[in-house]
T-cell receptor
Framework: NAGVTQTPKFQVLKTGQSMTLQCAQD?????MYWYRQDPGMGLRLIYY???????DKGEVPNGYNVSRLNKREFSLRLESAAPSQTSVYFC????????????FGQGTRLTVV | GEDVEQSLFLSVREGDSSVINCTYT??????LYWYKQEPGAGLQLLTY?????DMKQDQRLTVLLNKKDKHLSLRIADTQTGDSAIYFC?????????????FGAGTRLAVHP
């Protein structure tokens, strides 16, 4: 089972460029999430989608947009990248209330110069 | 707002027990989690505990929860070099449709011979 797959694994952007981080899960989960991880800090929630067709802001949504394309896919877009968005981005999925475990992708390491 | 705190570093000798501590602030959390992150990888769920439990044991792992003090600990018995990783404590805000996680900064466990 692939679980949660993120692409790309690494990316370098110039300030002001845009890009979309892709995430897909094959576990038929309803809920999907985007987190960012910065040195010395835990993961912080950017956006989440409780079900297909819905999205909600998390703790740090500014500078990001998301699209829940279908049940499998949840993308994160940076419209105008800034150095402060240099981070490792993790996508996750879960299937509450049946199962509280969140499954994480391998992460995308993004550097904005 | 919610906050999760944990010490940043722990060093133990192989074969000893490791105890990683965590404090949290949101008394309404239904679940509390321990995740493990190995270098360059995503997060892997180790174990979780319901907020109405005091203890949970799973092979070499023992989780203790003190609700009064909002203190959570993870004990790893017979620690091995393969246990070297970053361990994240997280509290969960759960509803029927999603489970948002609030993470601590992570404890880096170093196991030496």
């Amino acid at each position: 089972n692939a679980g949660v797959t993120q692409t790309p694994k690494f990316q370098v952007l110039k300030t002001g460029q845009s890009m979309t981080l892709q995430c897909a899960q094959d576990m038929n989960h309803n809920s999907m999430y985007w987190y960012r991880q910065d040195p010395g800090m835990g993961l912080r929630l950017i956006y989440y989608s409780a079900s297909e067709g819905t999205t909600d802001k998390g703790e740090v949504p500014n500078g990001y947009n998301v699209s829940r394309l279908n049940k499998r896919e949840f993308s994160l877009r940076l419209e105008s990248a800034a150095p402060s968005q240099t981070s490792v981005y993790f996508c996750a999925s879960s299937d509450p209330p049946r199962n509280t475990e969140a499954f994480f992708g391998q992460g995308t390491r993004l550097t904005v110069v | 707002g919610e906050d999760v705190e944990q010490s940043l570093f722990l060093s133990v000798r192989e074969g000893d027990s490791s105890v990683i501590n965590c404090t949290y602030t949101d008394s309404s959390s239904t679940y509390l989690y321990w995740y493990k992150q190995e270098p360059g990888a995503g997060l892997q769920l180790l174990t979780y505990i319901f907020s109405n439990m005091d203890m949970k044991q799973d092979q070499r792992l023992t989780v203790l929860l003190n609700k009064k003090d909002k203190h959570l600990s993870l004990r790893i018995a017979d620690t091995q070099t393969g246990d070297s990783a970053i361990y994240f404590c997280a509290e969960g805000e759960n509803s029927g449709g999603y489970n948002k996680l609030i993470f601590g900064a992570g404890t880096r466990l170093a196991v030496h011979p």
